[in-house]
């Protein structure tokens, strides 16, 4: 296996990632970018040492079309859109088509809404000069969804996707979400990630999210890949004036994970919450990094990241809070905890904040810590086996953020994985 | 009826500050049977909360001789969890809080811990014994759903532990300083939920300092504690 470090992509790749009747605009993106990242840094993950993992492993092999397993075609009924490796296999978007929402695979929306993806894709969120990661994503981007909701459109009901690695073969996985919110509208969003299969395929998923004026998106992710899964995240959110986006994120990735989650409060009062949940177990590596740019005026940003450590994993949380010059009046408040549940984990918290700006308020907290043991002991002393105490003690830990996830189903779904985790955790029977 | 009985009780702690060990509890001796309340007096330092905890099972607290027996079983090898499961309670004098975990889930999880054999408490079953014990308690719904103590006053929090009482309904409760912090008002209260259990089946064992919450929870016997020993054990009146 060869390490992301010392990787040489070959341009083959580039052409097998294209959709089926590809813009010129679209493919040029693509060469450019594939071209460019020859030259660009890797991303840094602070005290994450990534530069061994098969990150850039793919395979160009031709797919087969693999029928539908039975347990995806159960978990079809809870989602509004599906896609299995590249191929869409559910599309509920009829429940929402009459309010103007566009809700389709990224081939779909290349073919028929191009202008629209040609205006948004890669252009407000994610810079595709930022680093070889994201310059990578573009060049091979090869699944994806994209989703519109129209200006003063307001949904009450969450668009629930659900998007599946299928690894049973060899698979190139770079998949990539638009979501564009138009001004005034208001939705709820609910991505869950999987892999089914067990052949090692690198999965690289990213997400761009762009607010406009007055916009209130809540994006909420369950990320569940595969042990033999090494996963490269990028979810950025960019927002207007007064856009407002909401993050809640699960990682309970079963493989090594880097990630990259990123809000823009470019215009004026914009505000967003960025939370986020993490399992480690085995001897797997997951560093998290969130950054919130404070650009505007008046905008606030917090950043909640709180993560358990079993057996002899490593977790690094990097919280960063960055605001520019110019942002009178802001808010960055950060909070990084980690419990620690074997003393063979690895855990780190660290909150990094950059303000080049006088009048703003600024702040962070940042724990690594065991289990509490006065709590298991009130727990304990209330007839609750060690085990049940220590879970309980754990749900509660990460309930700060369960609790704020809008579904409950998604909750329950988030609550269910984590007591998996935890049953298999042999440290606690 | 159940008997639970402490013989000749050494205990010690590790000093925090030292890390010495250091005898807190220097023979003590008491015996008590479902049906009975006993009250033990005396004052700070002498050991109370030392005996409840080591009652409980609190790991920082080492028995160097003596037993602590509850219906002719050694309790000493048995761990906090299984205590509990065998019928004894202990209202803290410091319950801790625990963010997200809301109070209902954990009072429903441990009833159904300790009901054994018998299964877990159907739902609507639990929830109509919690409205009882709420309003006896004169205890909001709305207590229920917050976090495990979290945000509690103190006298909330003395009320929570005699709600999960009331809900467990164990054989024996030691009540250390239940009192403590507490107006006359929240007094009674809490002393209504104690002598709402009061049954053949029930004994109480209560710790203070003051003689105030035994005007409203009438001891059968009352020890006096000094220096690590139950010096003197006579009826109610030795209180006054």
């Known amino acids: 296996m060869n390490g992301i470090k010392h990787a040489v992509l070959d341009p083959k790749f580039v052409s097998a990632a294209k959709f089926d009747q590809e813009p010129d605009w679209l493919s040029e993106m693509r060469n450019q970018a594939f071209e460019k990242s020859q030259d660009l840094p890797l991303p840094v993950f602070a005290k994450v040492n990534y530069s061994s993992w098969p990150l850039l492993e793919f395979s160009t092999k031709k797919q087969a079309d693999l029928e539908i397993p039975k347990s995806v075609k159960d978990q079809l009924a809870d989602y509004t859109f599906v896609n299995l490796g590249n191929r869409n296999i559910k599309n509920e978007l009829a429940n929402f088509l009459s309010q103007g929402v566009i809700l389709c695979s990224m081939a779909d929306a290349i073919k028929n809404y191009g202008d629209l993806v040609q205006k948004y894709l890669y252009q407000f969120a994610i810079d595709p000069n930022e680093d070889r990661l994201t310059a990578i994503n573009l060049a091979l981007m090869n699944n994806g969804t994209f989703l519109y909701v129209p200006d003063n459109v307001q949904l009450k009901d969450p668009i629930k996707l659900l998007t599946i690695q299928d690894s049973r073969q060899e698979e190139m996985f770079i998949d990539h979400t638009l979501i564009v919110a138009g001004k005034n509208s208001r939705f709820n969003v609910f991505q869950r990630t999987e892999t089914i299969g067990d052949i090692a395929n690198p999965a690289h998923l990213t997400a761009e999210i762009i607010a406009d004026q007055d916009s209130h998106v809540q994006y909420n992710s369950l990320d569940c890949l595969g042990p033999k899964t090494y996963a490269y995240f990028n979810r950025k959110g960019h927002l207007k004036e007064d856009a407002r986006i909401d993050w809640a994120m699960g990682i309970f990735n079963n493989g090594s994970t880097i990630a990259d989650f990123d809000s823009d409060l470019y215009g004026v009062g914009s505000h967003t919450e960025m939370q986020t949940v993490a399992i480690s177990t085995g001897r797997q590596t997951q560093g998290l990094d969130t950054q919130v740019t404070n650009y505007g005026r008046h905008t606030e940003g917090n950043i909640l990241q709180i993560g358990v450590l079993l057996d002899s994993s490593t977790l690094i949380f990097n919280g960063i809070g960055k605001i520019i010059h110019g942002a009178h009046g802001s808010k960055a408040q950060q909070e990084n905890r980690i419990l620690m549940l074997s003393p063979k984990a690895h855990g780190d918290a660290n909150p990094i904040l950059l303000i080049d700006e006088n009048d703003v308020i600024a702040g962070h907290a940042a724990s690594v810590g065991q289990i509490n043991k006065k709590q298991l002991y009130y727990l304990m002393s209330r007839g609750l086996s060690k085990e049940v105490a220590q879970r309980l003690v754990v749900r509660g830990f990460l309930g700060v953020v369960l609790s704020n996830v809008p579904i409950p189903a998604v909750r329950e779904q988030m609550v269910a994985m984590i007591e998996r985790k935890l049953q298999n955790d042999p440290e606690s029977k | ?240």
């Open chain 2, 1 to 240: 009826m159940a008997t639970l009985k402490v013989s000749n009780l050494h205990v010690s702690v590790n000093d925090e500050e030292d890390k010495k060990s250091k005898e807190i509890l220097k023979g003590v001796n008491l015996e008590m049977h479902t049906g009975e309340t006993h009250a033990i007096m005396g004052p700070n330092g002498t050991g109370k909360s030392t005996l409840s905890e080591t009652i409980m099972g609190n790991p920082n607290y080492h028995i160097t001789k003596g037993s602590i027996e509850l219906d002719g079983q050694d309790l000493s090898t048995m761990t906090v969890d299984q205590r509990a499961r065998a019928g004894l309670f202990l209202a803290m004098q410091y319950p801790v809080e625990i963010k997200g975990i809301t109070n209902l889930e954990f009072i429903r999880t441990a009833v159904n811990v300790t009901r054994n054999e018998q299964g877990p408490l159907p739902i609507k079953k639990f929830l109509d014994k919690l409205k009882e014990n709420l309003g006896i308690l004169n205890m909001s719904d709305k207590m229920t759903e917050r976090y495990l103590n979290e945000g509690f006053s103190g006298g909330e929090k003395k009320r929570n532990e005699i709600l999960q009482m009331m809900m467990i309904k164990p054989k024996f409760a030691i009540l250390d300083e239940i009192d403590s912090g507490l107006d006359i008002d929240a007094l009674q209260v809490v002393a209504k939920g104690v002598n709402h259990m009061l049954s053949p089946n029930f004994g109480v064992l209560m710790i203070t300092h003051y003689q105030r919450l035994l005007n409203y929870i009438h001891p059968d016997q009352v020890h006096v504690m000094m220096d690590g020993r139950i010096v003197k054990t006579g009826d109610a009146s030795l209180a006054e």
